[in-house]
């Protein structure tokens, strides 16, 4: 007999009958490993069920700027908006580095598409990942997230924290952290 988390999402899933899958993405290479995973394994042509890409990217938190900085000079507007368009551009590249790998997907094992019952949705968060990406899979009702991971050994995690530890222990759905294999 299964939990009742475990009956409420099979309820969900089969009232639905669609699957959302929520794709943590960034400049890693990991999370691109983590989205091809995805899609070979939980959006193949072999899986008869209708699902939902979203592509979820999530920018830093904007820094805190004082109008006056460490020299005594004036903060430069134009220095603050320069770091706001590099941040837009960083998410078109993450965007462009996910839809390139979700074409190759469909070209490669697919038949360009044939048989694949997948939409592909982008959003961008901002704020701090862990705590974005948390909100972001109960607003959206996903049925799974699918995260990389970025493999830092135990040092770098204590003083950094895992993303993929905390949305594991505080999202509702079921979490998949890929590792990517090593070269």
Request: aromatic share 8%; hydrophobic share 40%.
């Amino acid at each position: 007999m299964g939990s009742l988390m475990e009956e409420e999402a099979e309820k969900k899933m089969t009232t639905r009958k669609e699957k959302r899958i929520v794709v943590a993405v960034d400049e890693s290479e990991e999370s691109m490993y983590a989205l091809s995973w995805c899609l070979t394994n939980l959006v193949s042509a072999a899986n008869n069920t209708k699902s939902t890409l979203i592509l979820l990217y999530v920018k830093p938190p904007p820094p805190l700027y004082n109008s006056i900085d460490a020299a005594g000079y004036l903060f430069a507007n134009d220095a603050v908006g320069a770091m706001e368009k590099y941040g837009w551009e960083l998410v078109d590249s993450v965007m462009g580095r996910a839809e390139a790998v979700y074409r190759d997907f469909l070209t490669r094992y697919c038949n360009y598409g044939e048989g694949v019952q997948v939409s592909v949705e982008k959003k961008v968060g901002r704020g701090e990942a862990k705590d974005v990406i948390c909100r972001a899979v109960g607003k959206l009702g996903a049925d799974i997230l699918v995260m990389g991971s970025h493999d830092y050994g135990f040092f770098k995690r204590a003083l950094l924290g895992s993303v993929s530890d905390h949305c594991a222990k505080h999202v509702k759905c079921p979490v998949v952290v890929v590792k990517r294999p090593i070269d």
